[in-house]
């Protein structure tokens, strides 16, 4: 059985007095290591797929399997150990915090960590930054930052907490294509390396192209590209 | 959690003018809090110490001149009046009295009789005194003698000559000040002291009200297991002329009007406390939705809704710490400076103690404490609910 098995996974959202289905059964068995690319048009549900496997939003249905265990039945506190020592999200939108620098911002979720590492994470930090190619901006704002270069900060803070699996939601989105490539490489790098599990939303096929297993989402239905 | 502090301070930093604005409503919040406090405290102590001082467990007084006894004792006020000597006789020899002494007191007139400034002068018996006595057997260690005075520890006298064995003129008479008198914690502290021996001589002079064979008033000792206020009772019933107050019904008129002010104190604490509260809930509220985003992203990587709590309960309590502190030195500053305008506190004789005022700052601060994190409480809980998924979504 795969690191993350979904199991007819259903997500509907109330609209007024109708219902919206967002996801309609998703079925997928994702083994550790793998490496998935989603694609689909826009508003057919992949960041409510992607949210549903970091553990943000209940199903409507079905079950989520995260090691065998089905996440929806962890409580608050679980879920939240979960998203800070298990995975890495990349957010379609910008999701740093502005009073904070890139390296803070890249330590923040070290804090959240149940247990505290005891040291080495200043350096880690400021090697993932180096690493997304911003070694010169370590201690600058958001708001000193471009959106290409913030977009890199929040892709290295998913890394920081050396996560099993990367929920990327288009996190190359605004990147110019020489980046966007370095970026593509890095995770292919990590994915090597490391053997951390990615599912990445892409509107770019070259890079969808790219990824091991290939999914597309239409209308909220999930299947193989 | 070292490293969630650092990012309070940070937070709190962002809005300066706002969180100034919270520390200094904190602050007048807590000053009122330690002004009241020290003013009622210390009007309270003084008069439960006056009269642990006196040594009396009754005092006698003509008939209406209740009032005027306690501006003498516990305000030092300069009053005068004056009953006829027998009746110390006839409460001499009621049921359960041990002891009876009486004093005279007069008041000097600047310009007419003495070289002194207004005072009071009081002239006390010898032969049967208790209560002067006792203040004065550490400095003197010996009977006054006809023509010398004893200084009370506060008085004019005293503060105007800086030293002892000075003449000083009393109603024509001229004195040899001998002494002064150990600090009792009663208004007699500005008073000048002498021994009813002088009296005829004083009268003579024509320069005072009181006539011969008048005194002021007369302290009593009961027996022991006679409960004073019974002998008041029964001087009350049997002497037209005399009223009767038990110790510890000394300052009771003051104590019934600074009741009335310590309700009026508690009122403006409560109302500020309210507003306060308010102003807490109002700024963390609107704090709250600032970063209602910010919030949506830590919890989306992995933040727990305590760590959320935390956070900004770290917040609040850096910004009550700092109001408190900042309250407490400022009303600390007014209940020394501000009660000066306040004639009781500045007649009273005992000031607060460092265990006292130390009492006052720690009620105080916690008080502060407790609006600033209860005000601030209601919207930290709606943040730390909030679903991690609000940040994807808002672009
Ligand atoms: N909180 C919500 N409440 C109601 N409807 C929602 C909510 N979130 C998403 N939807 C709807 O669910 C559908 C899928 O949204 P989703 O964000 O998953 O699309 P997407 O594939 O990520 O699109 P895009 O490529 O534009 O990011 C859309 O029709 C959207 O309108
Ligand atoms: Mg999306």
New interface residues.
């Given amino acids: 059985m795969g690191q993350i098995v979904l199991t007819n996974v259903s997500k509907e959202y109330a609209v007024g007095s109708e219902s919206l289905a967002a996801v309609r059964g998703a079925s997928a068995d994702i083994a550790k290591g793998e490496f998935v690319s989603i694609v689909g048009h826009s508003g057919s549900g992949k ?1 409510t797929l992607l ?1 549903l496997i ?1 553990g ?2 209940n199903p409507t249905q079905g079950n989520i399997l995260f090691n065998g265990e089905n996440i929806y039945t962890w409580t ?2 679980q879920l ?2 979960y ?3 298990k995975i890495g ?1 990349m ?3 910008a ?6 620098t890139a390296k ?1 911002n890249l ?7 149940s247990v ?1 590492p005891s040291n080495g994470m200043d350096a880690r930090a400021e090697e993932l930054l180096r690493a997304v190619g911003l070694g010169d901006k370590i201690n600058a704002y958001p708001a000193q930052l471009s959106g290409g270069q913030q977009r890199r900060v929040a892709i290295a ?1 998913a890394f920081m ?1 050396g996560p099993e699996l990367i929920l990327a ?1 288009e996190p190359t989105g605004d990147l110019d294509e020489e980046t966007e490539a370095e970026m593509m490489d890095f995770f292919l790098r990590m994915n090597e390396q490391q053997g951390t599990t990615f599912m990445m939303v892409t509107h770019n096929t070259d890079l969808a192209a790219r990824a091991k297993t290939r999914l597309r989402m239409h209308q909220g239905v999930l299947a193989k590209a | ?1 070292t ?2 502090l650092s ?1 309070s301070v ?2 709190i930093k ?1 809005k300066p003018t706002r969180t100034a604005i919270l520390v200094f409503a904190i602050g007048l919040l807590v000053s009122a809090l330690v002004f009241s406090l020290s003013f009622v405290q210390r009007v309270n102590g003084s008069i439960r110490k006056a009269s642990e001082r006196l040594g009396a467990d009754l005092i006698v007084v003509p008939t209406g001149a209740r009032g005027a006894t306690e501006e003498i004792l516990l305000e030092n006020k300069t009053k005068s009046f004056y009953m006829d000597r027998s009746i110390m006789d006839r409460v001499a020899a009621i049921n359960g009295v041990a002891a009876v002494t009486e004093q005279v007191y007069l008041v000097t007139l600047a310009t007419l009789c003495c070289s002194v400034p207004e005072a009071m002068v009081v002239a006390y018996n010898q032969d049967t005194d208790f209560i002067v006595g006792p203040w004065l057997i550490e400095k003197l260690k010996r009977k006054l003698k006809k023509g010398e005075a004893v200084a009370g520890s506060e008085s004019s006298f005293n503060i105007r000559l800086g030293l002892v064995d000075v003449d000083s003129k009393l109603f024509g008479s001229m004195f040899k000040i001998v002494g002064t008198m150990d600090k009792t914690g009663t208004g007699l502290d500005n008073a000048v002291f002498i021994t009813t021996d002088n009296l005829n001589d004083i009268i003579k002079s024509g320069k005072v009200t009181v006539k011969p064979g008048q005194i002021s008033l007369v302290f009593v000792k009961v027996n022991p297991g006679v409960n004073p206020a019974t002998v008041a009772a029964e001087v009350e019933n049997t002497i037209i002329d005399a009223d009767a107050m038990a110790r510890k019904d000394i300052g009771k008129n003051i104590i019934a009007t600074l009741k009335d002010m310590s309700r009026i104190f508690t009122m403006t604490i409560i109302l500020a406390a309210i507003m306060s509260f308010f102003l807490v809930w109002a700024i963390f509220t609107a704090i709250a939705n600032e970063r209602a985003k ?1 919030v949506g ?11 959320i709590m935390n956070l900004y309960l770290a917040e609040v309590v850096v910004i009550g710490v700092l109001g408190s502190v900042l309250g407490i030195l400022f009303g600390s500053f007014l209940s020394v400076v501000l009660a000066k305008g306040f004639t009781i506190v500045k007649q009273l004789s005992t000031d607060l103690s460092m265990t006292e005022r130390s009492l006052i700052a720690l009620a105080s601060f916690v008080g502060g404490m407790l609006i600033c994190v209860l005000g601030a409480l209601g919207p930290i809980q709606r943040l730390k609910k909030l ?3 609000t ?2 979504k ?2």
Avoid: W, Y
């Avoid at chain 1, 999701?95 to 904070?100: F, G, H, Y």
């Avoid at chain 1, 330590?107 to 960590?113: E, N, T």
């Avoid at chain 2, 992203?297 to 760590?307: D, L, P, Q, T, V």
């Fill in positions: 960041t949210s970091g943000m939003v608050s506190d939240s150990e998203r800070c020592e999200f957010f379609q939108s999701s740093l915090l502005p009073i904070l803070e330590l923040l979720p070290v804090a959240f960590r505290q803070r907490n939601d | 959690m490293r969630l990012f940070k937070n962002r910010e992203i830590m919890r989306s990587i992995g933040a727990k809704e305590s760590h679903e991690p998924l940040v994807i808002a672009e």
